[in-house]
């Protein structure tokens, strides 16, 4: 993966909250996602650019739906969406909306904002491809470690391996810090690969910004539901932004977005 | 394809509502292959125990998480599924309530959710098994069709009608076993159609569910006494059937019956629809007034809620006789 693809894909983030001005954007557990969004849609991900409602696509589920920077930021590497679109980021009416609202010309398959669905989704997803004999797509979704508090992940977290859904994979952005700071303290869930583990499921723990590390665990074969739990940085790549619980969603102003734009084109993340 | 003769219909109030939905559900994927039936942990309370020997790769069951169900649901809607997913009504549009409004509302999901035992048929289990909130709720979500048959044989219809229309459903099903008989052979059930049961002048009776049939013993008993009244059956609660409601403005007392709080359901639609209108009868509002009532019996609870044919009667005349 070019490192220059992942610079310009945080620097697209910027661009968003600084289009979203005094509303403020969710840059902490965006910048997170930076890396598994880049190796899901330019390298794992089967989609058609033709046809993004494509039957034998993979099917992508943002559970986590704060983190939709990031996947805007993939939809513009791989052409879906444009600097234009992008720019839109939180305006009235936008596609690209703060949390993702189901567009299936984009290929956001479901809305979603309110944690603790997406799984379900997935699950049902999941089973529908294996009803249509559709075994060949897969279907990623992608949670946040705060939102793995929520007691319907683990309902869906058991269904999947009670079903033998070999085709579901679940990310969970293990980036440590949530709305009102450190996981740890706020709702411990520490041990997140064995409670994964517990319910069935073949769990890959990766450092989720190490693109070689996510490739070879989004494509590995499994009998059972796959999760990667991916240890991430809250705020990856941009030093204010780092492990810094006032970025879980912050007002980037025209003089941080230079200084931020500045030092990731030094290169220093 | 579906004997709507005199047997089959005494066979379907005898198993009762759920046990109607489950012989309904028999039939489902021969009209539509894309059917699936979720439950939690209630196939066999939902009448499904045939409908899974027939169909097993049609029925998956999530175990008791209700929520799971729905959001499951939802992926099986979007990927062209007709997904139904049953459990009992307050938990069906209480505990779900965040995956309703996502799924259903906002994303507009033909998910058809089946609600068991709605209001007090299974009282004597308690309050928390009680449902008299669930039209209030599902009532508030955009795009949900709300239907609330009033016998079995109705039941099987809308069951029927749920799978073929493409919006989310919530089918709301009340009574128990032995569910009396309103609809004595086969009739044309259209969502968003009332069906008017009896003509009447003076009063206007809109029911649903159970106390249709109870309204319409108690349209005999208020015709006994010399007052006239008619019977709507508002079978679709949601998109109501507004010629319906015009409809019934000629009378002198407008009365809604639910077994359901009288906050948010029938009465409340109806009054919404009519709120507006500068000369308009007065509408009596029946349903469930009060704190939850303490686990008992069913037709002890209907009696204690003033839900029986003589206690809707009498509600009635004396409204009827101090007012008009």
């Known amino acids: 993966?070019?490192?220059?693809?992942?610079?310009?894909?945080?620097?697209?983030?910027?661009?968003?909250?600084?289009?979203?001005?005094?509303?403020?954007?969710?840059?902490?557990?965006?910048?997170?996602?930076?890396?598994?969004?880049?190796?899901?849609?330019?390298?794992?991900?089967?989609?058609?650019?033709?046809?993004?409602?494509?039957?034998?696509?993979?099917?992508?589920?943002?559970?986590?739906?704060?983190?939709?920077?990031?996947?805007?930021?993939?939809?513009?590497?791989?052409?879906?969406?444009?600097?234009?679109?992008?720019?839109?980021?939180?305006?009235?009416?936008?596609?690209?909306?703060?949390?993702?609202?189901?567009?299936?010309?984009?290929?956001?398959?479901?809305?979603?904002?309110?944690?603790?669905?997406?799984?379900?989704?997935?699950?049902?997803?999941?089973?529908?491809?294996?009803?249509?004999?559709?075994?060949?797509?897969?279907?990623?979704?992608?949670?946040?470690?705060?939102?793995?508090?929520?007691?319907?992940?683990?309902?869906?977290?058991?269904?999947?391996?009670?079903?033998?859904?070999?085709?579901?994979?679940?990310?969970?952005?293990?980036?440590g810090l949530q709305y009102d700071g450190d996981t740890k303290v706020v709702l411990s869930m520490e041990n997140m690969a064995e409670k994964w583990a517990a319910f069935g499921w073949n769990v890959k723990e990766v450092n989720g910004h190490d693109v070689e590390a996510l490739h070879e665990a989004l494509t590995e074969k499994s009998s059972k539901p796959l999760v990667i739990v991916a240890k991430t940085v809250k705020g990856k790549g941009i030093s204010f932004m780092e492990n810094n619980p006032q970025w879980h969603n912050g007002v980037v102003s025209q003089k941080l977005f230079e200084q931020a734009v500045a030092e990731l084109e030094a290169g220093n993340d | 394809m579906i004997d709507y003769s005199p047997m089959n219909i005494k066979i379907w109030s005898r198993l009762g509502s759920c046990g109607a939905f489950g012989q309904a559900a028999l039939f489902l994927?021969?009209?539509?292959?894309?059917?699936?039936?979720?439950?939690?942990?209630?196939?066999?309370?939902?009448?499904?125990d045939r409908f899974k020997l027939k169909y097993p790769d049609y029925l998956f069951n999530f175990g008791i998480a209700e929520q799971n169900m729905v959001g499951v649901a939802g992926g099986f809607a979007k990927e062209g599924f007709v997904p139904f997913a049953t459990t009992y009504a307050t938990f069906a549009s209480m505990r779900c309530a965040d995956q309703i409004k996502v799924n259903m509302g906002y994303m507009n999901l033909p998910i058809k959710l089946v609600g068991l035992t709605a209001g007090l048929s299974v009282g004597v289990l308690g309050a928390t098994h009680m449902s008299l909130e669930d039209v209030a709720v599902m009532r508030s979500v955009?795009?949900?069709?709300?239907?609330?048959?009033?016998?079995?044989?109705?039941?099987?219809?809308?069951?029927?009608?749920?799978?073929?229309?493409?919006?989310?459903?919530?089918?709301?099903?009340?009574?128990?076993?032995?569910?009396?008989?309103?609809?004595?052979?086969?009739?044309?059930?259209?969502?968003?159609?009332?069906?008017?049961?009896?003509?009447?002048?003076?009063?206007?009776?809109?029911?649903?569910?159970?106390?249709?049939?109870?309204?319409?013993?108690?349209?005999?008993?208020?015709?006994?006494?010399?007052?006239?009244?008619?019977?709507?059956?508002?079978?679709?609660?949601?998109?109501?059937?507004?010629?319906?409601?015009?409809?019934?403005?000629?009378?002198?007392?407008?009365?809604?019956?639910?077994?359901?709080?009288?906050?948010?359901?029938?009465?409340?639609?109806?009054?919404?629809?009519?709120?507006?209108?500068?000369?308009?009868?007065?509408?009596?509002i029946i349903g469930v007034n009060g704190a939850y009532p303490h686990a008992a019996s069913y037709p002890y609870l209907l009696d204690q809620a003033g839900l029986t044919p003589e206690k809707i009667a009498s509600k009635i005349e004396n409204t009827y006789k101090e007012i008009c």
């Not at chain 1, 509303?23 to 996602?33: E, I, W, Y």
């Not at chain 2, 021969?30 to 979720?38: A, P, R, S, T």
């Not at chain 2, 008619?230 to 007392?253: C, G, R």
Request: hydrophobic share 45%.
């Open chain 2, 142 to 284: 955009p795009n949900v069709v709300i239907l609330s048959p009033a016998d079995c044989t109705a039941t099987i219809k809308a069951t029927i009608a749920a799978a073929q229309i493409d919006a989310p459903v919530y089918l709301r099903l009340s009574g128990t076993m032995n569910n009396p008989i309103v609809y004595k052979e086969d009739f044309d059930f259209e969502i968003g159609k009332a069906i008017t049961l009896k003509e009447g002048k003076d009063v206007a009776i809109i029911a649903i569910g159970s106390m249709v049939y109870n309204s319409l013993k108690a349209a005999e008993i208020l015709e006994q006494n010399g007052v006239s009244a008619k019977v709507v059956d508002m079978h679709t609660i949601k998109p109501l059937d507004k010629e319906a409601i015009q409809d019934v403005l000629k009378n002198k007392l407008i009365v809604t019956v639910e077994e359901h709080s009288i906050v948010g359901g029938l009465g409340s639609a109806v009054a919404e629809e009519l709120a507006l209108l500068k000369q308009r009868p007065p509408h009596l």
């Open chain 2, 29 to 48: 994927p021969e009209i539509n292959d894309k059917v699936v039936m979720l439950t939690a942990d209630l196939c066999t309370f939902s009448g499904l």
């Open chain 1, 1 to 175: 993966m070019d490192k220059e693809i992942l610079k310009q894909m945080r620097i697209d983030l910027l661009k968003m909250a600084l289009s979203a001005g005094a509303q403020g954007a969710h840059m902490g557990g965006s910048l997170s996602l930076v890396e598994i969004m880049a190796v899901l849609y330019l390298d794992v991900m089967k989609f058609n650019l033709q046809n993004m409602k494509d039957e034998a696509r993979d099917r992508l589920i943002m559970s986590k739906g704060h983190g939709v920077m990031a996947q805007y930021a993939a939809l513009k590497q791989v052409g879906v969406l444009s600097e234009e679109d992008i720019l839109t980021y939180k305006a009235n009416d936008s596609k690209v909306a703060a949390h993702p609202s189901l567009n299936e010309q984009l290929g956001i398959e479901f809305s979603s904002g309110s944690l603790g669905q997406g799984l379900s989704l997935g699950v049902g997803t999941a089973l529908a491809l294996k009803r249509k004999n559709n075994l060949s797509s897969r279907v990623f979704v992608v949670l946040g470690d705060g939102e793995c508090d929520e007691g319907s992940v683990w309902e869906a977290a058991a269904s999947a391996s009670h079903f033998g859904l070999n085709n579901l994979v679940a990310i969970v952005d293990k980036n």
